[in-house]
Protein backbone atom coordinates (compact mmCIF):
# COMPACT_ATOMS: atom_id res chain seq x y z
CA UNK A 1 0.00 0.00 0.00
CA UNK A 2 1.83 3.51 -1.06
CA UNK A 3 -0.12 6.62 0.08
CA UNK A 4 0.39 10.07 -1.97
CA UNK A 5 -0.68 13.51 -0.58
CA UNK A 6 -0.48 16.72 -2.04
CA UNK A 7 0.13 19.77 -0.49
CA UNK A 8 0.46 23.42 -1.41
CA UNK A 9 -2.52 24.80 -3.34
CA UNK A 10 -4.67 27.85 -2.85
CA UNK A 11 -5.95 30.83 -4.04
CA UNK A 12 -3.48 33.10 -5.74
CA UNK A 13 -3.77 35.99 -8.14
CA UNK A 14 -3.66 35.92 -11.56
CA UNK A 15 0.84 36.48 -12.32
CA UNK A 16 1.54 34.76 -8.93
CA UNK A 17 3.12 31.97 -8.08
CA UNK A 18 2.96 28.58 -5.74
CA UNK A 19 4.41 25.97 -4.85
CA UNK A 20 3.43 22.21 -4.44
CA UNK A 21 4.40 19.24 -2.93
CA UNK A 22 3.79 15.82 -3.11
CA UNK A 23 5.02 12.91 -1.10
CA UNK A 24 4.43 9.16 -1.53
CA UNK A 25 4.96 6.59 1.33
CA UNK A 26 4.21 3.27 2.49
CA UNK A 27 6.11 -0.05 1.11
CA UNK A 28 8.18 1.56 -1.20
CA UNK A 29 11.47 -0.11 -3.15
CA UNK A 30 11.54 2.45 -5.77
CA UNK A 31 9.98 5.75 -7.07
CA UNK A 32 10.84 5.87 -10.70
CA UNK A 33 8.49 8.61 -11.90
CA UNK A 34 6.62 11.20 -10.24
CA UNK A 35 4.32 13.43 -11.82
CA UNK A 36 1.79 16.38 -11.78
CA UNK A 37 -1.64 16.45 -13.65
CA UNK A 38 -4.45 18.58 -13.17
CA UNK A 39 -7.61 18.64 -14.07
CA UNK A 40 -10.14 21.65 -14.67
CA UNK A 41 -13.95 21.53 -14.17
CA UNK A 42 -15.39 19.95 -17.35
CA UNK A 43 -12.32 18.87 -18.95
CA UNK A 44 -9.91 16.14 -18.92
CA UNK A 45 -6.93 15.08 -16.23
CA UNK A 46 -3.56 16.46 -18.07
CA UNK A 47 0.05 15.79 -17.60
CA UNK A 48 2.35 19.21 -16.76
CA UNK A 49 5.49 17.72 -15.51
CA UNK A 50 6.92 14.80 -14.86
CA UNK A 51 10.07 13.89 -13.57
CA UNK A 52 12.03 10.40 -13.24
CA UNK A 53 14.66 9.56 -10.77
CA UNK A 54 17.28 9.66 -13.08
CA UNK A 55 16.12 13.63 -13.63
CA UNK A 56 14.91 13.36 -16.77
CA UNK A 57 11.89 16.04 -17.15
CA UNK A 58 8.61 16.43 -19.22
CA UNK A 59 6.76 19.52 -19.36
CA UNK A 60 3.25 20.30 -21.07
CA UNK A 61 4.04 23.43 -23.91
CA UNK A 62 1.30 25.34 -21.85
CA UNK A 63 3.70 25.53 -18.92
CA UNK A 64 7.24 25.27 -20.18
CA UNK A 65 9.26 28.20 -18.79
CA UNK A 66 6.62 28.84 -16.21
CA UNK A 67 6.59 25.71 -14.04
CA UNK A 68 9.32 23.68 -12.47
CA UNK A 69 9.59 20.20 -11.32
CA UNK A 70 12.02 18.94 -8.71
CA UNK A 71 12.17 15.67 -6.63
CA UNK A 72 13.79 14.74 -3.59
CA UNK A 73 14.29 11.11 -4.19
CA UNK A 74 15.99 10.21 -0.69
CA UNK A 75 12.28 11.62 0.41
CA UNK A 76 9.76 10.57 -2.34
CA UNK A 77 8.97 13.66 -2.42
CA UNK A 78 8.00 15.56 -5.91
CA UNK A 79 7.67 19.53 -5.84
CA UNK A 80 5.91 21.87 -8.58
CA UNK A 81 6.75 25.52 -8.74
CA UNK A 82 4.52 27.56 -10.54
CA UNK A 83 5.26 31.13 -11.62
CA UNK A 84 3.08 33.61 -14.22
CA UNK A 85 -0.22 31.52 -12.96
CA UNK A 86 -3.24 32.12 -15.25
CA UNK A 87 -7.12 32.07 -14.62
CA UNK A 88 -7.13 29.31 -16.74
CA UNK A 89 -5.15 27.23 -14.51
CA UNK A 90 -7.30 27.31 -11.91
CA UNK A 91 -7.85 23.28 -11.20
CA UNK A 92 -7.41 20.68 -8.33
CA UNK A 93 -3.68 19.13 -9.38
CA UNK A 94 -2.76 15.83 -9.07
CA UNK A 95 0.62 14.31 -8.09
CA UNK A 96 1.11 10.70 -9.30
CA UNK A 97 3.64 8.19 -8.45
CA UNK A 98 5.10 5.01 -10.06
CA UNK A 99 7.97 2.62 -9.25
CA UNK A 100 7.80 -0.87 -6.68
CA UNK A 101 7.14 -1.69 -3.67
CA UNK A 102 8.93 -3.88 -1.61
CA UNK A 103 7.54 -6.63 -3.01
CA UNK A 104 8.60 -5.81 -6.40
CA UNK A 105 4.40 -4.90 -7.23
CA UNK A 106 3.65 -2.26 -9.27
CA UNK A 107 3.04 1.04 -8.07
CA UNK A 108 0.68 3.33 -9.57
CA UNK A 109 -0.92 5.81 -6.82
CA UNK A 110 -2.95 8.68 -7.22
CA UNK A 111 -3.33 11.68 -4.55
CA UNK A 112 -6.47 12.98 -3.51
CA UNK A 113 -5.58 16.49 -5.67
CA UNK A 114 -5.17 20.03 -4.39
CA UNK A 115 -6.78 22.80 -5.12
CA UNK A 116 -5.43 26.11 -7.37
CA UNK A 117 -7.51 29.09 -7.90
CA UNK A 118 -6.06 31.64 -9.35
CA UNK A 119 -8.27 34.73 -9.72
CA UNK A 120 -8.28 37.64 -12.38
Known amino acids: QVQVVESGGGLVQAGGSLRLSCVAS????????MGWYRQAPGKQRELIAA???????NYADSVKGRFSISRDNAKNTAYLQMTGLKPEETAVYYC??????????????WGQGTQVTVSS
Open 96 to 109: RADGLTVIRSTIQS
Open 26 to 33: GRIFRINA
Open 51 to 57: MTSGDST
